[in-house]
């Protein structure tokens, strides 16, 4: 694994993920080779699903037709998608999919250090990319979610913790 991914994976655990209740329903879009996958089923935490393309995930398939792969709607606490917004467009799918009062995990580049992250992709600095970046966007802000916490993280990528909002209109994070 590149330098800066391994140090970015240990940095995501220990912001986004160690405050995750163990009992938290987790879905993962986009688990990849599952190392976050590993850490969590192997650290306590026992409702997780990991969804991707490619690979061996949970369940093989897409997550734009989630009611065809047989996931239930408002079913997660919590849906982690780590470098995944910048290739597709899943808002509306991870908003039917999380209960209201749940909580949206997202890394994604910043856009304007694109060129920066590819220079360092073909250094081997950095892990490369599975599918060009078709959707990347500032995402400070996603009218289907209430942002929690955002942060440019130097410069490179942007951490965003989403809320969906509760039926009643009040907001209750899961993420602790």
């Known amino acids: 694994m590149p330098i800066f991914s391994d140090i970015a994976r240990q940095k995501k655990i220990n912001f986004f993920i160690k405050p995750i ?12 080779n599952n190392w976050l996958g590993n850490y969590l089923l192997n650290n306590g935490w026992k409702n997780y699903t990991g969804i991707d393309l490619e690979g061996t995930p949970t369940i093989k398939g897409d997550i734009k037709n989630w009611k065809a792969i047989g ?6 606490d ?9 290739h597709d467009d899943i808002w509306n ?8 009062g749940g909580s949206l995990l997202i890394t994604t580049p910043n856009p304007s250090a694109d060129p920066l992250l590819k220079l360092l992709e073909f250094f081997g600095l950095n892990q490369k990319r599975t599918s060009p970046h078709n959707h990347l966007r500032n995402i400070k802000n996603i ?11 130097l410069n490179l990528s942007q951490w965003v913790i989403f809320e969906k909002e509760n039926k009643s209109g009040k907001n209750q994070s899961t993420h602790q």
């Not at 209740?21 to 990849?32: D, R």
């Not at 919590?78 to 910048?86: G, L, P, Q, S, Y």
């Not at 799918?93 to 209201?100: F, G, N, Q, R, V």
Request: glycine residues 4%.
């Open 21 to 32: 209740p163990k009992n938290a329903v987790v879905l993962e879009v986009g688990c990849g």
């Open 71 to 76: 996931l239930m709607p408002e079913k997660f």
């Open 78 to 86: 919590i849906i982690i998608a780590f470098e995944v917004v910048e």
């Open 93 to 100: 799918a991870c908003y039917s999919l999380l209960k209201p």
């Open 143 to 153: 009218h289907l979610f209430k942002t929690v916490f955002y942060r440019k993280i």
